[in-house]
């Protein structure tokens, strides 16, 4: 089994609870935008704690990046890693990871959802082929909006918020359900790419089938 002792080069705050991760680079480590690895932090107490996390740096990028949502509710591993700091390190492991890109169209995050997207719509832009791929993104508030500008930047018109707990006149207010996803979308042959919350991604799987998505272009990640 692969195992990689990585030193943190970098920690520092996304949005009010998500934190980006900079880390050394194991020499000859591979892995394609949209997939993941188990990580731990190199503490005896926490070594056994392995939780699976979404590359968002491209592959030819000289260091790894991980943009993780923290949950302070609780001691686990999020909130232990919202406490490092450069220097510090972690293990990481086999890489794994479904959702790949396989052709223009639109991808559908809830909130922490979204970093399996982040490398995929980062390399599209690099390689010059976003196209018409759009994100459709459900958050709760505007300050729960993960790269936010830079998403902004690079998507313009194809960069969709809603919000489902403020009312704010510069988004869409509403939960991503079907008459939503028919005012949005008017392809539904095109890819989809769905990630976030379990009910969420089996809820909207079912929604876009039954609007004339084939099941096999609705990408999700499947363990």
Known sequence: MEEHIVKILKAEPVTHN?????????????YIPGQATEICINKPEWKPERRPFTFTSLNDWDHLEFT????????????????????????????????????????????A??????????????????GN?????????????????????????HFINTLTEEKNPKYDNSRVDETYLKSKITNFSQYFYVCGPDPMVEGIQAL???????KEKVIIEQF
């Not at 998500?18 to 591979?30: A, H, I, M, N, Q």
């Not at 300050?143 to 930047?153: A, P, S, W, Y």
């Not at 876009?208 to 084939?214: D, R, V």
């Open 208 to 214: 876009l089938i039954k609007l004339g998505a084939k």
């Open 18 to 30: 998500v934190r980006r991760f900079t880390l050394e680079k194991p020499s000859g480590y591979k």
């Open 133 to 157: 791929n759009q994100l459709l993104f459900s958050n709760r508030t505007e300050k729960d909006i993960i790269l936010k500008d830079e998403f902004t930047r690079i998507l313009g018109k």
């Open 68 to 111: 993780i949502k923290i949950y302070d509710d609780h001691p686990g591993v999020t909130s232990q890693l919202g406490k490092l700091k450069a220097g510090e390190e972690l293990i990481i492991h086999d890489i794994f990871g479904t959702i790949n890109y396989y052709g223009e169209g639109t991808f559908i995050a809830g909130g």
């Open 113 to 130: 959802g979204v970093t399996p997207f982040i490398a995929i719509l980062r390399q599209l832009n690099k390689d010059q082929k976003l």
